[in-house]
């Protein structure tokens, strides 16, 4: 059963605007959570993460939300530009255990 | 660094023929994923190492896979008869102490 879900399988935007990614989560035990992007024909990389302690993690154009309460993150995107799209998908573990990933979201950036 | 190597890229059989998959983590990183990307379930983690001994493998689908971690180098995934429902992008992932999960680029399977 998935414990991290990805419900949106794509999302476009144009180029300037926000890009908001949403993910949830069911295991309460997860206390860790990261955002990777996958490019066609590669592996994914890592973009961003955030602990259970934080409720937002800023790094650049990227910024992670927490809500424990709600059992919710979401990455954005400021401004978005052609090159973020990509494959994003969001992941979590509990005490350092394996990461769970969603089935990610397809992000289109048009000009 | 090289990174995650995995070979190889792409794999084209039939069904009932054996498939192995190869994996060349990190130099240093102690911890080793196999995930399988499909379209239906995303990114499902198979097996997971941790200094060469396997911790987790209840997301191995049957006994038609196994996968082996003989030294801290070096990893292998097989399937033995493989399926036509096996055919998925294979990752392979090292984890350094404390850091963040590498990805390899994947072998792209495809059982006919």
């Known amino acids: 059963d998935q414990q991290v879900k990805q419900n949106s399988p794509s999302l476009s935007v144009q180029e300037g605007r926000i890009s908001i990614l949403n993910c949830d989560y069911t295991n309460s035990m997860f206390d860790y959570f990261l955002w990777y992007k996958k490019y066609p024909a590669e592996g994914p990389t890592f973009l961003i993460s955030?602990?259970?302690?934080?409720d937002k993690n800023e790094d650049g154009r990227f910024t992670v939300f927490l809500n424990k309460s709600a059992k919710h993150l979401s990455l954005h995107i400021v401004p978005s530009q052609p090159g973020d799209s990509a494959v994003y998908f969001c992941a979590a573990s509990a005490s350092g255990d394996a990461l769970n990933f969603g089935k990610g979201t397809s992000l289109l950036v048009t000009p | 660094d090289a990174g995650v190597i995995q070979s190889p890229r792409h794999e084209v059989t039939e069904m009932g023929q054996e498939v192995t998959l190869r994996c060349k983590p990190i130099?240093?990183?102690?911890?080793l994923f196999w995930y399988r990307q499909t379209m239906m379930r995303g990114l499902e983690l198979l097996i997971y190492?941790?200094?060469?001994?396997?911790?987790?493998d209840s997301g191995m689908p049957e006994d038609r896979f196994s996968a082996k971690m003989p030294n801290a180098s070096f990893s292998t995934l097989k399937i033995q008869p493989s399926e036509p429902r096996d055919s998925a992008v294979y990752f392979c992932?090292?984890?350094?102490?404390?850091?963040?999960?590498?990805f390899g680029e994947g072998s792209r399977l495809t059982v006919l």
């Open positions: 955030i602990s259970s302690i934080k």
């Open positions: 130099s240093g990183h102690n911890s």
């Open positions: 190492f941790n200094n060469n001994v396997p911790i987790d």
């Open positions: 992932a090292s984890l350094p102490p404390g850091g963040e999960l590498f």
